[in-house]
């Protein structure tokens, strides 16, 4: 396993592996990360029927079948999980050989602030580096200008593609956001 501390300005926090017992804070942080984030950005009926306890057990599943594997979280001095991310390969029709994807970054909203996200997406840039891809992209929703200045902190661009998922019954419409993996660090 790969313990790392994180980044100076986020102090406590280490990255690591993620292990099956930590499949319901990973619930939990996804859960609370989207009723959070995408309130008055996706119908609010989908946000109340999100459930942790069957969020765990999806974790729990694609844990076990071992992909779309979950590569890091974040964890607080106390040891409690504090955020998740993972990245693989792109998943765009198209996307160019080298390019990987960030699938999904969550830090629990009342760490939201801490230093955690950006110790999670540096952790996650670096190892995708490593990996041999020389650049990541990401989907963001269009309207979640929050997530967006954060990712263009950290170097992450929007390149012009736009596309809509069908969320709770409406249409949600997202902006990829691309970033050269060998320019400045993430954070």
Known sequence: MTTRPSPADAPGVRVRDMEPGDCDAVAEIRV?????????????????????????????????????????????????????????????????????ELYALYVHPERIGTGAGRALLSELTARAATAGFHEMALWVLRDNTRARRFYERAGFLPDGAEESSETGGAAVPEVRYVRTLSGPAAG
């Open 32 to 100: 609370r990360g989207w009723q959070a984030a995408y309130a008055g950005l996706v119908p609010q009926a989908y946000l109340d029927a999100m459930d942790v306890a069957r969020e765990a057990e999806l974790r729990r599943r694609s844990f076990a079948a071992g992909g779309p594997q979950v590569h890091a979280v974040s964890l607080a001095a106390d040891s409690a999980v504090t955020g998740w991310a993972c990245y693989g390969p792109c998943r765009d029709a198209g996307a160019p050989s080298g390019r990987s």
